[in-house]
C-alpha cells in the first residue's frame, strides 16, 4: 500500500514538475514574444528533450536578441543618413537658389543698365536711322533679359525661398498662404499663435515643406474649397495643422493618393523626434497634424517678422 | 549732394554710379557692401539719398533700417533689391525706406523713384505694385454671421442675450410667428442647431454690438 502510494507519488511529484517546466517555456516564450528579449528559461537538469527544448530555446532567443541589435542599430544608421540626406538636400537647394538669385541675377540686371547705357549713347548718334534699328535691337535684349531674370527667381524660389532663409518660418508661411491662395483661389484661412521667438533652421524647413506638400495634395487631389492653417507656438513644441475640406484621404496606406508623398512628410517630421497624423473624413476633408518639439536653435534667423 | 550706395555686388555697385553720374553731375558717392561698414557710414554724416540692397554678405540689412532711422529719420532710403517678394516688401516699407525698387528696374526707373523720394513720395514699380494690389484684393471668406441679412441679425443679437421669441417680437413690433421663421431661418444659415449654440457663437466671436 505504503509502496504504491510512494509510486504514485513520485509519479505525481515527476508530472508536476513536468508541468513546471513546460509552464516556464511557455511564459518565458511570452514574455520574450512580448518584446522582453532578455527573458531566458531556466534549464531543468536530467529532463532529457525537454532540457534540450529549453536549451534551444535560449540559444534561438540569443540568436534574435543579437539580430534585433543589429536591426536596431541598422535602424539607427538609416535615421542618421536620412537626416543627413535630408539636410544635404536642403543645403543644396540653397545654395543653387542663391547663386541664381545673387549670382546670375545680378550679372543680368548688370547687363542690363550696361544697356541702357549704351542705349543713350544712340541719342547722341549721328545717324539717326541706324541709331534707331540699334535701339529697337536693344529694346528687344532688355526685354529677354527680364525673361531670363523672371525664370531665374522662379527656379531660385521654387529650389528655397529666400523668404523662409531671411525672414523666417511665420513670414514665409504667410507668403505661402497668400500665394496659394491668390494662385488657386481656394479660400485659406491662417492663423499663427504666440510665436515670440526664432524658431530652429531644421524646424523652419520641416514645417515650411510639410505645409507645401499638404498645399500641393490639397490643389492635386482634395477638390477643396476652403483651407484652413493654424501654427501654434506650445510651452514645449510648435504645432502646424492643415485642413481642407475635401473629398478626405483614404485613412490608410495607400492612401489613394501620393503615398511617397505622405511618406516624405512623415519622414521630415520623425527625423526631428516629431508626430504626424493624417486624417481623411470622407467627403468632409483632410487634417494633417504636426508637432515638433522646439529645441535650441543652433542656427537662427537674421530676424523673423509676423506680417 | 551725397549718395550712399549699400550693396555687396562690386559690378552692381560700378554700374548704378556709372548711370547715376550721368544725370548727377555734382553727386558724390560712397559704397559700403557689409551691414557694420553702412551703419558707420550712417553714424559719420548726414545723406541725401540712401541706396539699400537686403542681402549683403548674408546679412539682412532691414534688420539695420529701425536703427538707422533713429539716427537719420529724414534719409531717404531706397531699397533696391533682387528680391521681389510681398513680404520683402512690406518689411521694408515698414521699417522706413519710401520707395521699393527690384534691382532689373534700376536702369530705367532708378531716377524716377529717386524724383519721387526727394520730394517725399513714395514709389513702387508695377511688378511690385501689382503684388500687393493682388493680396489686399483677396477677398476674405464670410464668418457665418456676416451672411445674414439686417434685420437677421438683429434678431441673431437679440437671441444670443437670451431673449425670448416673444420678448423679440414685442421688441420689433413683429409676430412672434416671423421672429419664429426668422430664427430658424438664422440657425440654418450659420449651421447651428439651438439657441445655446447661438449664444455660444456670438461669446465666442465677441457680438455684442449691431453691425457698422
Redesign the interface.
Known amino acids: 500500500m505504503l509502496t504504491l502510494f510512494t509510486i504514485i507519488s513520485v509519479l505525481v511529484a515527476a508530472e508536476l514538475s513536468l508541468l513546471r517546466i513546460i509552464r516556464n517555456l511557455s511564459k518565458t516564450a511570452r514574455q520574450f514574444g512580448k518584446g522582453n528579449f532578455d527573458i531566458r528559461v531556466p534549464v531543468p537538469k536530467h529532463h532529457g528533450e525537454l532540457s534540450e527544448l529549453a536549451l534551444e530555446f535560449n540559444s534561438m532567443a540569443e540568436a534574435l536578441l543579437q539580430r534585433h541589435n543589429e536591426l536596431l542599430k541598422a535602424h539607427d544608421r538609416l535615421k542618421t543618413l536620412s537626416r543627413h540626406l535630408q539636410n544635404a538636400r536642403e543645403e543644396e537647394a540653397r545654395r543653387i537658389a542663391r547663386e541664381l538669385h545673387d549670382g546670375i541675377g545680378q550679372i543680368l540686371t548688370i547687363i542690363k543698365i550696361d544697356l541702357a547705357t549704351l542705349q543713350k549713347k544712340c541719342l547722341t548718334c549721328k545717324e539717326t536711322s541706324k541709331a534707331s534699328a540699334i535701339e529697337t535691337e536693344i529694346i528687344k535684349i532688355k526685354e529677354s533679359i527680364d525673361e531670363a531674370i523672371k525664370f531665374v527667381r522662379r527656379i531660385s524660389s521654387e529650389l528655397r525661398p529666400a523668404v523662409l532663409d531671411r525672414l523666417g518660418f511665420p513670414s514665409a508661411l504667410e507668403w505661402q498662404t497668400r500665394e496659394f491662395e491668390i494662385r488657386t483661389s481656394i479660400s485659406t484661412q491662417l492663423e499663427i499663435k504666440n510665436i515670440k521667438e526664432s524658431i530652429d533652421e531644421d524646424i523652419s524647413t520641416a514645417l515650411f515643406r510639410v505645409t507645401q506638400e499638404a498645399l500641393t495634395n490639397v490643389i492635386r487631389h482634395a477638390n477643396a474649397s476652403e483651407v484652413h492653417i493654424s501654427l501654434i507656438c506650445n510651452e514645449n513644441d510648435f504645432s502646424l495643422s492643415i485642413r481642407d475640406n475635401g473629398k478626405g484621404i483614404a485613412n490608410s496606406p495607400p492612401y489613394g493618393i501620393n503615398t511617397s508623398g505622405i511618406i516624405g512628410m512623415e519622414e521630415r517630421v520623425r527625423l526631428l523626434n516629431g508626430q504626424f497624423s493624417i486624417l481623411g473624413e470622407h467627403q468632409k476633408g483632410t487634417t494633417i497634424r504636426i508637432q515638433i518639439p522646439k529645441r535650441k536653435p543652433h542656427r537662427s534667423y537674421d530676424a523673423y517678422t509676423t506680417l | 549732394m551725397h549718395i550712399l550706395l549699400s550693396d555687396d ?1 562690386v ?2 555697385r560700378a ?2 554710379i ?2 547715376l553720374k ?1 544725370k548727377f553731375l555734382n553727386a558724390s558717392f560712397e559704397e559700403v557692401s557689409t551691414c557694420p561698414e553702412l551703419f558707420k557710414k550712417i553714424q559719420e554724416k548726414e545723406w541725401d539719398l540712401l541706396i539699400l540692397d ?2 549683403m554678405r548674408g ?2 540689412s ?2 539695420l533700417l529701425p536703427d538707422i532711422k533713429k539716427i537719420r529719420p529724414k534719409l531717404p532710403i531706397i531699397v533696391l533689391s ?7 516688401v ?2 521694408a516699407l515698414r521699417e522706413g525706406a519710401l520707395a521699393y525698387l527690384t ?2 528696374r ?3 526707373e532708378l531716377f524716377r523713384a529717386i524724383d519721387a523720394v526727394w520730394s517725399g513720395r513714395r514709389y513702387l514699380p508695377e511688378n511690385i505694385a501689382t503684388q500687393i494690389a ?2 489686399l484684393a ?4 464670410e464668418r457665418p454671421h456676416e451672411t445674414l441679412s439686417p434685420r437677421e441679425y438683429e434678431i441673431f443679437l437679440l437671441l444670443s442675450q437670451a431673449q425670448s421669441v416673444s420678448q423679440i417680437a414685442e421688441k420689433l413690433g413683429l409676430s412672434p410667428k416671423t421672429v419664429s421663421t426668422h430664427r430658424i431661418r438664422i440657425l440654418e444659415k450659420m449651421g447651428l442647431r439651438s439657441n445655446h449654440e447661438l449664444m455660444h457663437y456670438a461669446v465666442t466671436h465677441s457680438l455684442s454690438q449691431p453691425p457698422l
Open positions: 555686388h559690378l552692381f554700374g548704378l556709372r548711370i550721368e537686403i542681402s546679412q539682412n532691414l534688420n533682387m528680391y521681389e517678394e510681398r513680404p520683402f512690406i518689411r534691382k532689373e534700376a536702369s530705367d493682388d493680396h483677396l477677398k476674405k471668406p
